[in-house]
């Protein structure tokens, strides 16, 4: 495993772990500013502040099982594609989605730059 590999391994950990907190403070860091999100739907329809806004600790957990497999992280020197499947439950839901997400190192800090999540089915 290459140095990018384990740098990216170690935040997507870190964003498993934001999705159960639930922790806006993780989403403010890791996303960029002008990050592009695609829904399920294929729009662009997502912003920074609305995946934050998302992950505000409300009444109760969101999710209370968050496990991710398939994970691959592909380097590319200060880029990184990742892919993997997310199973999630919660009071409200449970789901298994694919997601994509592209992480850029930019003046010695990762961030997702451009991300996807769809439904694999």
């Known amino acids: 495993m290459s140095t ?9 950990e870190r964003l498993r772990l934001a999705e159960l907190g639930p922790d806006p403070t993780f989403f403010e860091e890791a996303l960029a500013d002008d990050v592009v999100l695609v829904s399920p739907d294929g729009q662009a329809s997502f912003d920074k502040t609305q995946i934050v806004d998302a992950h505000r600790p409300r009444k109760g957990p969101k999710f209370t099982r968050v496990e991710m497999s398939d994970v691959k992280v592909i380097d590319h020197g200060a880029a990184a594609v990742v892919t993997c499947r997310g199973a999630y439950a919660g009071p409200q839901m449970s789901a298994t989605l694919a997601f994509m997400r592209v992480w850029l190192k930019k003046d010695g800090r990762w961030q997702i730059i451009a991300g996807s999540v769809s439904n694999p089915e």
Do not use: N
């Not at 590999?5 to 997507?12: K, N, P, T």
């Open 4 to 12: 990018v590999q384990s740098e990216i391994a170690a935040l997507e």
